[in-house]
C-alpha cells in the first residue's frame, strides 16, 4: 500500500477526503501530495513517496515586496494534482509528463498561469490582486460589479463592521465612509445616530438617508454586526435616483449574509464590555461651594442665606462648628455624579449556523446583547432572530425567504428640563459634601424654611439626583417583524424576472412609571409616602406592506456591447395604530408592576388619568421605474435610470414626481495608450447628474382635519369637570394643499483608481447638490389664526470633495500594514430664503429665561446651524462707573446693557447699588455694542457660532503580524463651533431651586461681590474691595435670572478620535483544527480611547437632536443635557466550527 | 415560441402586480376627521369649541398681557425690583422687545379663527337654517351665537392691548393685508354680535352656565364693544387714513406719533352700550348681583361670589367665568389664583399651603387712604399676611420680591378658603376666575349714563355700594362731574385687583392725571414715614414705619368678617379674611405644620405706636414683635416708583399702554404695516 488514504468516489468517502485534504494542503501541504488514479480514485500518499518517472517542478513564490508566500495553492490546470507552498514560499510537485499548466492560486491575489514547458524550477511573483474592484457592490435592485459602477458609491465590508464591537453597527461606520458624517448621540443605550450623506439636503423635512436592509427600509439598530455582508452608501443621483422619491439624502444599503453551500458552518460572536464614564464635569469643590453658594444664597435673600449658614456651621450661624468655613478647606469632595453614572458591564453574543446544498441555503441567526447603560437604571438590551433560505425550485426559477424579529427593551429617557439639563447632566449641582461630613445643624435641612421650600434638589439625599434617576423607570419595548419572499425567475439566458413581497410590522409599548421620590408624592416630615407615583403606558404597532417586481435583461450586441436593462414597479402601504393611557396618583401600597397591571386604580380624587387612541394617516407610494446599463469595450460605461413616483402625501395633481439619472464613466487605464503606463492598474472617471425627490413630511398634510385632544390643557372644563374637546390636526399649520415634491439634483464628478499594482487606491469625488422646492415651514402672519404652512420654498445646496484612499503600505511575510483614511469637504449653503421664512428660530434651553429668545438663524448664503448671540467682552469693573457710597454710576460713553439682557439680577438694590434706569453693576457681563448706539441690546446680536464643521472624515491602521491583527480607527471633525449651553447654564442664576445649587468650577473665575473674611461673609461694595477680590476674574457675576447667549459659550469643536483600537490573536489552523474548530480568534478592543479635543464640555460629539424643544429649523451643535460617552473596553472571541 | 410566451408572462406579471387605480393613493386616517364629522350633532360641536375656550385660557389671557393689566394701574403694582415682567404695566412698553406679546397676539387669532370657521360651517347646516328662519332658539342658534361672541371677545381683546390691528383675514393663506381701523372692527362686531344675539340662551336656560358665553353675556359684550369704541384711548396719529371719516377729540399731547382722544361722536356709541347693558341686565337669567349670604361664619355678600370660587362652584354673580379643574396633570390652568392670589411662601407641592406668587399688590394709598371702614370689600379684597406654607400666617413684608414679600397683597383668590385647600402642587387648585360679573356690568352702566345725564344713573351705583356696606347708610347723593368721579372710584373699590382698572383710567381719559396723583400720594406717605414714622390718611387710617405682632392660637385659625369690638380687642382676627386653614386636619401635610399659634395678631397697623413709647414696651413685654412696616417702604422707595406707572412723567403725555405687533406682522407686510406709538418695529 504506498497510500495512505483511498477516495474511491463513494459519497461517504468524497466528503471525508474532501475535509482531510483540505486540512492537510493547508497545514502539511509539503509533506503529502494527491494523486489521481484511475476512474475517480484519488490517494492520498506521503510526498517522499513519489513516483520517481515524473518529472519534478520546484520553485518559490513570492509576492511583489519579495517576501516568500506561504501556503499558496499550485495546482497542475485540468487535474487534481497540486500542493501548496510551504513556510518558506517553496514548493515541489511532480508532474506526469512534465506538460501543461501550473495554476498558482492565493487569497488576495491574481490567479496566475504558468506553461510548465518541461521546466523543472518555475519561480513566480504573484501579483497582488486589486480586490476593491472586483468586490461586488449593491446597488438598487442589483448589484455590479465596482469596477463598473458610474456612481459615486462608499462601501464597507461586514468584516471591517463586525471588527468593531459597538451595539449599532453605524458606530462602525464611523469615519469609514467617505462622504457619509455619522454623528453618536452620546453615552446612553440606543443613542441616536444622526447620519448625514454629503451635508443633508433639507432643512426641516428630514436629513436622514434611507436605509435599507437587504431592499427593505429598516434600522440600523436592529441588525448585529454579526449579520452584515456588507454595506454600500449611494451618494449620487445616479445611483439614488433608482430609489426616487426617498433617495434625496442618500441611500445605505445593508446586505445581510447568506448561507452557503457546504458543510454546515457554526460561528459564534461573544464579548463582555466595560463601559467607564470617559468624562465627569468639574464641580466647585466642597470649599469652593460653600464661599459661592453661600455669597449667592445672600445675594437673593436672608431666608435662603440662615438655613444655609445653620445647616453648614457658617458665619453668624456657626452653632458648634467653631471653625466655620474654613473646617471644610480639604474636604474630598462628594460627587454625586459618580453616583448617578459609573462603569457598566455589557455583553453580547451572536450564534450563527449556516449550511445547504447547492439547491438549498439556509442561514439562521440568533443574537443577544445586554447593553447595560453607566446611568443607573437604564440599558438597552437586544434578542434578535434571522432566518434566512434560498431554495432552487428548478433550474431557473428560486425562491428566497427572509425573516428578522428583533425584540429591544430599553430602558432610558435623558429628557432635559429648562435651563438644567436632565437629572444625569445636571447632577454636579447636589452639594459636594457628604451628609457625614456636614458640620452644622442637619435639622435645618428639614425645618421650614427656604432649604425644605427649594433646595431638596441640591441638598436633600432623599431628592438626589441618584434618588430620582433610581425612582423613575422609563421603558421602551419595541419588537419588528420583516419578512420578505422572493422569487427570482430565470426566463431565457439574460433575462431575470424578479419579484419581491415584504411584510414588516412592529410593535412597541412605552411603560413609564414614575415613582413617589421623583414625583415630590413625599411627606418630608414623616417620610410617608402618600402616592406611590404615575403611569404612563402607550401602545403603538403598525404595519408596511411592499411588492417589488423587476424584470432584468442582460446582453451583448456583439462582442464589446454589454448591455443590462432593469424595468421594475413598486407599491408600498403602511398603517399603524395607537392607545396611550396617563394615569397619576396611585396608591400608596401600588408599585411599577401592580400599577401597569391596574392601570384604573389611580386616585381619582388628588389624580387624574387620560387616554387616547389614534390610527395613523396611510403613507402609500405607487412607482415605476427603469435603468440601462451600457458598457463598450469594458471601457465606457454608462448609466441612466428613471423613476416615477406617486405619493399619497400630495393632492392629485402633485402627485407624480418624475426623477431620471444618467452617468457615465470613462475606465482610462484600458485604454491602448496607458498599456505601457505600469504604474497604473486601474483609472477610472465618472460623471454623473440626476434628481431625486423627498417627500418626507407627515401623511396628510395637505387637508386642515381636526382630531381629539390628548392633552388637559386644550379641553374646556365645564363644573370642574373636563370636556373632551376636538382641534385641528396641525392647530397652528395652515393646510396647504399645493405641496409637491422637495428635489435634489446632484451632480458628481469623481475618479476610480488603483495605481503602483495595488500600493495606492481610492477615489476623488466633487460633488454639487442642489435641492429646490424645499418642503419648509414657512411663517405666516398669525392673522390668519396659524403661524406657519408648509411650503415648497427656498433652496440649498452642499458643494464638496471627498477623498478616500487605502494603501497596503508594507508587507512581507510575517506583516502586514494597511493605511486608509478619507477626508471630506462639504459646504452646505442656504441659497435662497423666501421672505416668509423666518429665519429666527431657537433652542429654548433655558425657556423663558433665555435670551435672546431665538438663538438660532438662517441666512441665505450661509450654511445651517448659526448661533446668534451677543459678544462677550468681558465683565463690568468699577472703573466704569463713577462710585458714590455704594452708588455705581455708569461714566458716560460705557454702555449700559438693556434689562432685558442683564435679567433680574439678585443681591443689587436699585437706587443704593445702581441709579434706577442703569442696569450695569461691577461684575455684570460686559457685551460689544456692535452698532455703536451707546447701548447693549437686541441691535448687538449678531452671528457667533457656526456649528458646520470645514473639513470631517476619518483613517486607519491595520497591522497583521503573524496571527495577530491590529486596527485603529480614528474619526475627526475640524473648524466647527460647539455651542456649549451646558456651561451657559451654569452662569445664570435661577431663583429658588437654583440658590442652593453647586455650579460648574469654572464659577471660580467668576466675579465677586461678596467674599469670605474671618469665616464671615462680606459684601464688597467700594472699588478697592471688588478690584482686590477680581484681579483674576474671567466671568461675570451669575446672580441673574437671564440666561444669555454669548460667545463665552461658543467653543471650538474640533476633535480627532481613536474610535476603535482592536488587537486580535487567531489561533493557528493547525493548532485549531486539533482541538476540533474552524478558526478562533480573541481579540481586545477599547472603544474611545483617546480624543484629542480643546472642548471644555464632557464630549465634541454633540447635539444629534436636531430640533432642540421642537425649534422650527436645526438647531445643530447644541450641548445642552448630554449622557456622558463610555470609554469602553471590550474582550471578544470569534468562533468559527 | 416557448420564449415568446414566456416574455409575455414575464410582462403580464409586472403589470398585473400594480395597481393603477388612482383610489389607493386617496387615503385618509378615522383619527383625522373633517368638518361635518366634528359638526354633525350640537355635543359634537361643542367639543370644537371647547377647545376654544381651553386655549384662550391656557395660551392667550395667562401667556403675556394678563400678566400686566391688574398691575398697571393707581391701585395696584407689581411686587419685584428691576423685573422686565411688569414694563407695560408700568407703561414702559417701548422698552419690551417687539415679541414680548406675540405668544398672546397668536392665540387671540388663532382662537378667534378656530370659532369663525366653526361658526361659517354652522351657518350651512339645515337645522340652524331652520331654526334661525323660525326665529326659535335651539342649541344650534346658541353655538353659533356662541362662537361668533368668542369670535368677538377675541378681537376684542386684540384691540384694548395692541390697538388697530389686521382683521378679516382668518383661515386663509394671505399675502396682502394691512391694519384696520379698531372703530370700524368694533362697528363689525357689535353688528355680527346683534344678529347672533337673540337667539342664544340665557343664563341658566338650555344648560348653559356663566362658564360659557351666553346672551347674558353677549348682550355685555356688546354693551363694553360700544363703549370702549366710545371712550378715550390712544390712537395713532403716524397713519392718516387708517380712521377714514372718524374726528376726535384729543385729551393730550401729540407724542411718539400717537394722542390720548375719542371720538366726537362718542354719545351714540354710549347709547348703543346703554341699551345692550340694560338688556344684558333684563336678559340675565339665573345671574344676579349677590345681596345676600347665608352662611353662618360670615355676612358678606361681596366676598361670597369669590367664595364660589373656592368652592368649586361658578358664582351666581358671573356672567362669564373661566373653567377650570383641580389637580391637573400639567400645570398652569389655575394660573390666575397663583398669580394673583394671597401669597404663599409654601413650597411646589405638598404644601400648607403650596407656593403663590401674587403678582398683584395694592398700592398702600389705597388700601390704607381709600376705603371707608364700614366697607366689607377691603378685607376680603386685600390682606396685610400671607401664608407660610407650614400652616402658619405671616406678615407680608415691603422688601421688593414676591410671595410674602412685595406688599400689600390680593385676598380675593386664597388656597386657605378651598375646602380644603389643594395642597398637592402649585398651581393645580382648581378655580375659576371670571372674565365679567354683575356688579361690573352695574357699574358701567351707571358710567354711560352719568355720561348720557340719565337721572337714575346714581341708583345703579348705590346698588352695588349697598351691598358692600349691608345697608344703605352709605349710599351717595352726588351729580354731574362728582357723580363719574363717584362711579369710577367705586370701580377702584369694588374691582380691585380684578384687572379693570387701568382700562377705566384710559375709558375715562385721566390716565395720566390719575397717574401723576398716585405717584404725589405715595411721595406724600413715603416723605411722612421718612419724616415722623407714621403718615394719617384724611380717613383717620394711620400707616407706620413699625407694627407689632405676635403669634396667638385661635379655634379656628381661618378668620371671617370680624365683629366690630374686635377691632379693638381681637388682633389676631382685624383685619380680617384671613388666618390659615387648618392644616393638622389634612393627613398629606398635617406633619408640615409647626407650631400651634398659626395666627398673627398684629397692632399698631392702623395707628400710630411710639417705638420708644411706653405702648410699645407694654406690647413687647406682652410677648410682641417689633416689626418692619413701612419703614421697608421707605427704603426701598425706589422701586416703588419704578413700579408705579414710572412711564407717566406729566399729565399731558398720551399713555401707551399697547403691546407691540408682532415682528412678523411688520416683516411680512410689504411694508404696509409699522408699529405705533413709538414701539420697536424688529
Same mark, same amino acid.
Given at each position: 500500500?504506498?497510500?495512505?488514504?483511498?477516495?474511491?468516489?463513494?459519497?461517504?468517502?468524497?466528503?471525508?477526503?474532501?475535509?482531510?485534504?483540505?486540512?492537510?494542503?493547508?497545514?502539511?501541504?509539503?509533506?503529502?501530495?494527491?494523486?489521481?488514479?484511475?476512474?475517480?480514485?484519488?490517494?492520498?500518499?506521503?510526498?517522499?513517496?513519489?513516483?520517481?518517472?515524473?518529472?519534478?517542478?520546484?520553485?518559490?513564490?513570492?509576492?511583489?515586496?519579495?517576501?516568500?508566500?506561504?501556503?499558496?495553492?499550485?495546482?497542475?490546470?485540468?487535474?487534481?494534482?497540486?500542493? *501548496?507552498?510551504?513556510?518558506?514560499?517553496?514548493?515541489?510537485?511532480?508532474?506526469?509528463?512534465?506538460?501543461?499548466?501550473?495554476?498558482?492560486?492565493?487569497?488576495?491575489?491574481?490567479?496566475?498561469?504558468?506553461?510548465?514547458?518541461?521546466?523543472?524550477?518555475?519561480?513566480?511573483?504573484?501579483?497582488?490582486?486589486?480586490?476593491?474592484?472586483?468586490?461586488?457592490?449593491?446597488?438598487?435592485?442589483?448589484?455590479?460589479?465596482?469596477?463598473?459602477?458610474?456612481?459615486?458609491?462608499?462601501?464597507?465590508?461586514?468584516?471591517?463592521?463586525?471588527?468593531?464591537? *459597538?451595539?449599532?453597527?453605524?458606530?462602525?461606520?464611523?469615519?469609514?465612509?467617505?462622504?457619509?458624517?455619522?454623528?453618536?448621540?452620546?453615552g446612553r443605550p440606543g443613542g441616536n445616530i444622526n447620519i448625514l450623506i454629503r451635508g443633508g439636503t433639507s432643512i426641516t423635512s428630514g436629513n436622514q438617508p434611507l436605509i435599507l436592509i437587504d431592499g427593505i427600509p429598516g434600522n440600523l439598530n436592529d441588525i448585529p454586526g454579526d449579520q452584515v455582508e456588507s454595506v454600500d452608501v449611494l451618494k449620487d443621483a445616479s445611483s439614488e435616483a433608482i430609489y426616487g422619491s426617498r433617495g434625496a439624502n442618500g441611500v445605505i444599503l445593508v446586505t445581510t449574509k447568506s448561507g452557503k453551500a457546504g458543510k454546515p458552518m457554526v460561528s459564534y460572536n461573544g464579548y463582555v464590555k466595560i463601559n467607564t464614564p470617559a468624562k465627569y464635569l468639574q464641580q466647585l469643590d466642597p470649599y469652593d461651594y460653600l464661599t459661592y453658594v453661600w455669597a449667592n444664597a445672600a445675594a437673593n435673600a436672608t431666608a435662603y442665606q440662615t438655613p444655609f449658614e445653620i445647616l453648614y456651621g457658617l458665619g453668624a450661624n456657626s452653632g458648634k462648628n467653631t471653625g466655620g468655613i474654613e473646617s471644610y478647606r480639604n474636604l474630598p469632595t462628594y460627587d454625586m455624579q459618580r453616583q448617578v453614572y459609573k462603569q457598566s458591564v455589557s455583553w453580547n453574543h451572536a450564534l450563527t449556523i449556516s449550511g445547504g446544498t447547492e439547491q438549498t441555503k439556509v442561514l439562521f441567526s440568533a443574537t443577544y446583547s445586554d447593553d447595560e447603560g453607566m446611568k443607573i437604571q437604564s440599558y438597552q438590551r437586544r434578542a434578535t432572530a434571522a432566518f434566512k433560505?434560498?431554495?432552487?425550485?428548478?433550474?431557473?426559477?428560486?425562491?428566497?425567504?427572509?425573516?428578522?424579529?428583533?425584540?429591544?427593551?430599553?430602558?432610558?429617557?435623558?429628557?432635559?428640563?429648562?435651563?438644567?439639563?436632565?437629572?444625569?447632566?445636571?447632577?454636579?449641582?447636589?452639594?459636594?459634601?457628604?451628609?457625614?461630613?456636614?458640620?452644622?445643624?442637619?435639622?435645618?435641612?428639614?425645618?421650614?424654611?427656604?432649604?425644605?421650600?427649594?433646595?431638596?434638589?441640591?441638598?436633600?439625599?432623599?431628592?438626589?439626583?441618584?434618588?430620582?434617576?433610581?425612582?423613575?423607570?422609563?421603558?421602551?419595548?419595541?419588537?419588528?417583524?420583516?419578512? *420578505?419572499?422572493?422569487?427570482?425567475?430565470?426566463?431565457?439566458?439574460?433575462?431575470?424576472?424578479?419579484?419581491?413581497?415584504?411584510?414588516?410590522?412592529?410593535w412597541s409599548q412605552r411603560k413609564y412609571w414614575s415613582g413617589a421620590t421623583y414625583n415630590g408624592f413625599i411627606n418630608d416630615a414623616t417620610g410617608a409616602v402618600l402616592y406611590a407615583g404615575n403611569v404612563d403606558y402607550r401602545k403603538n404597532d403598525s404595519w408596511g406592506l411592499r411588492w417589488a417586481n423587476t424584470l432584468a435583461y442582460e446582453f451583448n450586441i456583439d462582442r464589446d456591447s454589454h448591455f443590462n436593462i432593469l424595468a421594475g414597479t413598486e407599491v408600498s402601504n403602511s398603517g399603524g395604530t395607537g392607545i396611550s393611557i396617563q394615569a397619576n396618583h396611585f396608591p400608596s401600597n401600588f408599585n411599577e408592576q401592580t400599577a401597569f397591571a391596574q392601570i384604573n386604580q389611580y386616585d381619582p380624587v388628588a389624580g387624574t388619568a387620560t387616554f387616547s387612541s389614534s390610527v395613523s394617516y396611510p403613507d402609500r407610494l405607487e412607482s415605476y421605474f427603469g435603468r440601462l446599463l451600457y458598457s463598450y469595450k469594458d471601457k465606457y460605461l454608462f448609466t441612466a435610470t428613471f423613476r416615477a413616483d406617486a405619493s399619497s402625501k400630495f393632492t392629485e395633481g402633485n402627485r407624480w414626481g418624475y426623477f431620471p439619472a444618467a452617468a457615465f464613466a470613462w475606465r482610462v487605464s484600458q485604454e491602448s495608450f496607458m498599456k505601457n503606463v505600469s504604474w497604473v492598474d486601474d483609472f477610472k472617471l465618472r460623471v454623473s447628474y440626476g434628481a431625486v425627490g423627498n417627500n418626507n413630511i407627515a401623511a396628510g398634510a395637505y387637508a386642515q382635519t381636526w382630531g381629539a385632544v390628548t392633552d388637559p390643557r386644550s379641553q374646556y372644563d365645564i363644573n370642574h369637570t373636563l370636556l373632551p374637546a376636538y382641534q385641528l390636526s396641525t392647530p397652528s399649520t395652515l393646510a396647504n394643499p399645493n405641496l409637491k415634491w422637495e428635489t435634489t439634483i446632484t451632480r458628481d464628478a469623481g475618479t476610480d483608481f488603483s495605481l503602483f499594482h495595488g500600493k495606492l487606491s481610492g477615489s476623488v469625488d466633487l460633488y454639487w447638490n442642489t435641492t429646490r422646492d424645499l418642503l419648509l415651514i414657512t411663517t405666516i402672519p398669525p392673522i390668519t389664526g396659524f403661524n406657519n404652512t408648509l411650503a415648497n420654498v427656498g433652496q440649498t445646496s452642499n458643494r464638496g470633495i471627498e477623498i478616500a484612499v487605502s494603501a497596503p503600505i508594507y508587507r512581507d511575510k510575517d506583516w502586514k500594514i494597511n493605511v486608509g483614511g478619507n477626508i471630506n469637504f462639504?459646504?452646505?449653503?442656504?441659497?435662497?430664503?423666501?421672505?416668509?421664512?423666518?429665519?429666527?428660530?431657537?433652542?429654548?434651553?433655558?425657556?423663558?429665561?433665555?435670551?435672546?429668545?431665538?438663538?438660532?438663524?438662517?441666512?441665505a448664503g450661509q450654511p445651517v446651524g448659526l448661533v446668534r448671540g451677543l459678544t462677550y467682552i468681558g465683565t463690568y469693573t468699577p472703573a466704569d462707573f463713577n462710585y458714590n457710597n455704594g452708588l455705581y454710576t455708569l461714566k458716560t460713553g460705557v454702555p449700559d446693557v438693556s434689562s432685558a439682557i442683564a435679567g433680574v439680577m439678585h443681591g443689587l438694590v436699585t437706587g443704593t447699588d445702581r441709579p434706577t434706569g442703569q442696569n450695569a453693576y461691577p461684575g455684570m457681563a460686559k457685551y460689544a455694542d456692535l452698532n455703536g448706539d451707546g447701548k447693549i441690546d437686541d441691535n448687538d446680536l449678531s452671528v457667533i457660532g457656526n456649528t458646520t464643521p470645514k473639513f470631517t472624515g476619518g483613517f486607519n491602521f491595520n497591522v497583521n503580524y503573524k496571527n495577530f491583527d491590529l486596527g485603529l480607527n480614528f474619526n475627526y471633525s475640524v473648524g466647527n463651533d460647539i455651542y456649549n449651553a451646558n456651561k451657559l447654564a451654569g452662569l445664570y442664576g435661577a431663583k429658588e431651586g437654583g440658590v442652593y445649587e453647586n455650579k460648574l468650577a469654572i464659577l471660580d473665575n467668576a466675579y465677586k461681590i461678596y467674599d469670605v473674611e474671618n469665616g464671615q461673609l462680606v459684601r464688597l461694595r467700594t472699588p478697592d474691595q471688588l478690584n482686590a477680590a477680581n484681579t483674576g476674574a474671567t466671568l461675570p457675576l451669575a446672580y441673574s435670572e437671564t440666561a444669555v447667549t454669548s460667545t463665552l459659550g461658543i467653543e471650538k469643536g474640533t476633535f480627532l478620535r481613536l474610535n476603535t483600537a482592536t488587537i486580535g490573536y487567531t489561533l493557528p489552523k493547525i493548532l485549531s483544527s486539533k482541538i476540533g474548530i474552524g478558526s478562533l480568534r480573541i481579540y481586545g478592543s477599547v472603544y474611545n480611547l483617546l480624543t484629542l479635543t480643546s472642548y471644555s464640555g464632557l464630549d465634541p460629539e454633540v447635539s444629534v437632536n436636531d430640533n432642540a424643544n421642537s425649534s422650527t429649523y436645526p438647531t445643530r451643535g447644541l450641548d445642552f443635557g448630554a449622557y456622558p460617552r463610555a470609554r469602553s473596553f471590550v474582550m471578544g472571541v470569534n468562533l468559527n466550527f | 415560441m416557448k420564449t415568446y410566451k414566456k416574455y409575455i408572462a414575464a410582462i403580464a406579471l409586472c403589470l398585473a402586480f400594480t395597481d393603477c387605480s388612482k383610489n389607493y393613493l386617496n387615503v385618509t386616517s378615522p383619527s383625522n376627521v373633517d368638518d361635518n364629522f366634528v359638526t354633525s350633532t350640537t355635543t359634537e360641536t361643542f367639543k370644537s369649541l371647547s377647545w376654544c375656550y381651553a386655549n384662550y385660557r391656557q395660551n392667550c389671557i395667562m401667556s403675556s398681557y394678563r400678566w400686566n393689566d391688574p398691575v398697571g394701574s393707581d391701585a395696584e403694582y407689581y411686587p419685584e425690583s428691576g423685573s422686565t415682567n411688569n414694563l407695560n404695566a408700568q407703561l414702559h412698553t417701548d422698552l419690551l422687545p417687539v415679541d414680548y406679546a406675540t405668544p398672546g397676539f397668536t392665540a387671540l387669532y388663532q382662537t378667534l379663527a378656530l370659532a369663525s370657521r366653526l361658526a361659517n360651517i354652522i351657518?350651512?347646516?339645515?337645522?340652524?337654517?331652520?331654526?334661525?328662519?323660525?326665529?326659535?332658539?335651539?342649541?344650534?342658534?346658541?353655538?353659533?351665537?356662541?362662537?361668533?361672541?368668542?369670535?368677538?371677545?377675541?378681537?376684542?381683546?386684540?384691540?384694548?392691548? +395692541?390697538?388697530?390691528?389686521?382683521?378679516?383675514?382668518?383661515?386663509?393663506?394671505?399675502?396682502?393685508?394691512?391694519?384696520?381701523?379698531? +372703530?370700524?372692527?368694533?362697528?363689525?362686531?357689535?353688528?355680527?354680535?346683534?344678529?347672533?344675539?337673540?337667539?342664544?340662551?340665557?343664563?341658566?336656560?338650555?344648560?348653559?352656565?356663566?362658564?360659557?358665553?351666553?346672551?347674558? +353675556?353677549?348682550?355685555?359684550?356688546?354693551?363694553?364693544?360700544?363703549?370702549?369704541?366710545?371712550?378715550?384711548?390712544?390712537?395713532?396719529?403716524?397713519?392718516?387714513?387708517?380712521?377714514?371719516?372718524?374726528?376726535?377729540?384729543?385729551?393730550?399731547n401729540v407724542a411718539n406719533g400717537c394722542v390720548y382722544a375719542r371720538r366726537t361722536d362718542y354719545l351714540k356709541y354710549y347709547a348703543i352700550a346703554k341699551t345692550w347693558f340694560l338688556n344684558a341686565i333684563s336678559n340675565a337669567g339665573t345671574a344676579h348681583l349677590i345681596t345676600v349670604d347665608t352662611r353662618t361664619t360670615s355676612n358678606n355678600p361681596f366676598q361670597r361670589h369669590f367664595q364660589y370660587f373656592h368652592d368649586l362652584q361658578v358664582s351666581p354673580e358671573s356672567l362669564l367665568e373661566i373653567g377650570n379643574i383641580q389637580g391637573g396633570t400639567l400645570t398652569t390652568t389655575s394660573e390666575y389664583p397663583y398669580a394673583f392670589g394671597r401669597p404663599s411662601d409654601g413650597g411646589s407641592s405638598n404644601a400648607a399651603p403650596c407656593k403663590t406668587f401674587d403678582a398683584l399688590r395694592i398700592i398702600p394709598t389705597v388700601y390704607y387712604g381709600e376705603y371707608d371702614k364700614a366697607d366689607h370689600r377691603r378685607d376680603a379684597s386685600a390682606t396685610v399676611t400671607a401664608s407660610n406654607g407650614d400652616g402658619n400666617e405671616k406678615m407680608v413684608t415691603f422688601v421688593p420680591g414676591s410671595k410674602s414679600a412685595g406688599g400689600i397683597a390680593t385676598n380675593k383668590w386664597d388656597e386657605n378658603r378651598m375646602s380644603p385647600p389643594y395642597v398637592a402642587a402649585q398651581r393645580n387648585s382648581g378655580m375659576n376666575w371670571h372674565i365679567l360679573r354683575m356688579a361690573d356690568v352695574i357699574l358701567m352702566l351707571a358710567e354711560v349714563k352719568a355720561e348720557l345725564g340719565d337721572g337714575d344713573a346714581i341708583t345703579y351705583l348705590n346698588q352695588v355700594r349697598a351691598r358692600a356696606f349691608g345697608n344703605v347708610n352709605h349710599n351717595l347723593a352726588v351729580s354731574g362731574q362728582a357723580l363719574k368721579d363717584a362711579i369710577y372710584e367705586e370701580r377702584k373699590l369694588e374691582l380691585l385687583g380684578e384687572g379693570q382698572r387701568r382700562w377705566d383710567m384710559i375709558r375715562s381719559g385721566t390716565f395720566s392725571t390719575r397717574a401723576i396723583a398716585v405717584q404725589q400720594d405715595m411721595a406724600a406717605l413715603v416723605a411722612d414715614l421718612k419724616a415722623q414714622g407714621y403718615h394719617t390718611f384724611a380717613n383717620g387710617n394711620v400707616m407706620s414705619n413699625y407694627i407689632w405682632i405676635k403669634k396667638v392660637a385661635l379655634t379656628n385659625p381661618l378668620t371671617y368678617d370680624c365683629a366690630s369690638t374686635d377691632t379693638l380687642t381681637n388682633f389676631a382676627a382685624y383685619p380680617a379674611w384671613r388666618g390659615q386653614y387648618n392644616y393638622s386636619t389634612l393627613a398629606a401635610v398635617s406633619a408640615k405644620v409647626v407650631g400651634t399659634t398659626h395666627n398673627v395678631a398684629i397692632q399698631g397697623l392702623f395707628t400710630y405706636i411710639d417705638p420708644a413709647g411706653p405702648v410699645a414696651a407694654s406690647l413687647v413685654a406682652a410677648g410682641y414683635t417689633k416689626t418692619n412696616w413701612g419703614i421697608d417702604l421707605v427704603n426701598n422707595y425706589t422701586v416703588y416708583q419704578q413700579n408705579i406707572l414710572s412711564g407717566i412723567l406729566t399729565a399731558s403725555d398720551p399713555p401707551r399702554y399697547y403691546y407691540a405687533l408682532p415682528s412678523v406682522i411688520i416683516s411680512t407686510s410689504n411694508g404696509k404695516i409699522t408699529n405705533g406709538y413709538g414701539l420697536p418695529q424688529q
Open positions: 500500500m504506498n497510500y495512505l488514504y483511498k477516495n474511491t468516489g463513494g459519497t461517504n468517502d468524497k466528503k471525508s477526503f474532501a475535509v482531510i485534504k483540505l486540512i492537510l494542503l493547508v497545514a502539511l501541504g509539503t509533506l503529502f501530495q494527491f494523486q489521481s488514479e484511475a476512474a475517480g480514485h484519488e490517494v492520498l500518499k506521503p510526498s517522499i513517496k513519489a513516483s520517481a518517472v515524473s518529472t519534478v517542478v520546484e520553485g518559490v513564490v513570492k509576492d511583489s515586496t519579495g517576501a516568500t508566500l506561504p501556503g499558496v495553492s499550485v495546482l497542475l490546470k485540468g487535474t487534481k494534482i497540486g500542493t *501548496v507552498t510551504d513556510i518558506n514560499g517553496k514548493y515541489k510537485l511532480t508532474i506526469p509528463d512534465g506538460t501543461g499548466k501550473l495554476v498558482f492560486s492565493y487569497l488576495g491575489y491574481i490567479n496566475t498561469e504558468i506553461d510548465i514547458n518541461n521546466r523543472t524550477k518555475i519561480d513566480l511573483v504573484l501579483k497582488e490582486e486589486s480586490r476593491a474592484l472586483n468586490e461586488v457592490v449593491v446597488i438598487g435592485y442589483g448589484t455590479v460589479k465596482k469596477r463598473d459602477l458610474t456612481g459615486a458609491v462608499a462601501s464597507v465590508s461586514g468584516k471591517d463592521i463586525a471588527a468593531v464591537p *459597538v451595539p449599532n453597527i453605524a458606530q462602525a461606520m464611523q469615519g469609514k465612509l467617505p462622504g457619509v458624517a455619522i454623528n453618536s448621540q452620546d433560505l434560498s431554495h432552487k425550485i428548478s433550474n431557473n426559477i428560486t425562491f428566497d425567504l427572509n425573516t428578522r424579529y428583533a425584540n429591544t427593551p430599553t430602558l432610558d429617557d435623558e429628557s432635559t428640563t429648562s435651563g438644567s439639563g436632565s437629572i444625569l447632566s445636571s447632577a454636579y449641582r447636589f452639594r459636594p459634601i457628604a451628609t457625614s461630613d456636614i458640620l452644622g445643624d442637619l435639622t435645618a435641612l428639614t425645618a421650614s424654611n427656604n432649604i425644605s421650600q427649594y433646595g431638596k434638589n441640591a441638598l436633600w439625599d432623599n431628592y438626589s439626583a441618584a434618588a430620582r434617576a433610581a425612582d423613575y423607570d422609563p421603558l421602551s419595548l419595541s419588537s419588528n417583524f420583516v419578512g *420578505v419572499a422572493s422569487l427570482n425567475w430565470l426566463i431565457i439566458k439574460g433575462l431575470t424576472y424578479h419579484t419581491d413581497f415584504n411584510m414588516n410590522g412592529s462639504n459646504r452646505n449653503k442656504v441659497d435662497q430664503l423666501s421672505n416668509n421664512v423666518n429665519p429666527l428660530y431657537g433652542a429654548a434651553w433655558a425657556g423663558s429665561a433665555q435670551y435672546p429668545a431665538s438663538d438660532y438663524i438662517l441666512i | 351657518a350651512t347646516k339645515p337645522a340652524y337654517i331652520a331654526d334661525a328662519a323660525a326665529g326659535k332658539t335651539s342649541d344650534w342658534t346658541q353655538l353659533y351665537g356662541e362662537a361668533t361672541t368668542m369670535w368677538a371677545f377675541c378681537y376684542f381683546e386684540l384691540i384694548q392691548h +395692541f390697538g388697530d390691528v389686521p382683521y378679516g383675514y382668518e383661515n386663509t393663506v394671505v399675502t396682502n393685508y394691512a391694519l384696520s381701523s379698531r +372703530f370700524d372692527i368694533y362697528d363689525n362686531l357689535i353688528s355680527a354680535l346683534q344678529k347672533a344675539e337673540p337667539l342664544m340662551y340665557p343664563i341658566g336656560t338650555g344648560n348653559i352656565g356663566a362658564d360659557r358665553m351666553s346672551r347674558s +353675556f353677549c348682550d355685555a359684550l356688546i354693551g363694553e364693544l360700544a363703549l370702549f369704541s366710545g371712550g378715550y384711548q390712544t390712537i395713532r396719529t403716524d397713519m392718516p387714513a387708517l380712521y377714514g371719516s372718524v374726528t376726535f377729540t384729543q385729551k393730550s
